[in-house]
């Protein structure tokens, strides 16, 4: 498998999970594929945060 130029960290209520290859493949290229149906977002993408917050009811 080529070496990905990303990188990417996941982290559960503040602690880093260790991820293998594979999932950072496969969450890099969901995310920025999916980046593509949105406007106004820029071709070269240097960086993505997303957040998910539980909501309390």
Do not use: C, R
């Not at 593509?36 to 240097?46: F, G, H, M, S, Y």
Request: glycine residues 2%; charged residues 20%.
């Amino acid at each position: 498998m080529a070496e990905s130029k990303y990188s990417i960290e996941i982290q559960v209520n503040q602690k880093s999970i260790a991820i293998n290859a594979f999932v950072q493949n496969f969450y890099t290229h969901t995310l920025l594929g999916s980046l593509q149906a949105l406007k106004d977002i820029p071709e070269n993408v240097e960086s993505l945060s997303i957040q998910i917050k539980k909501v309390q009811p």
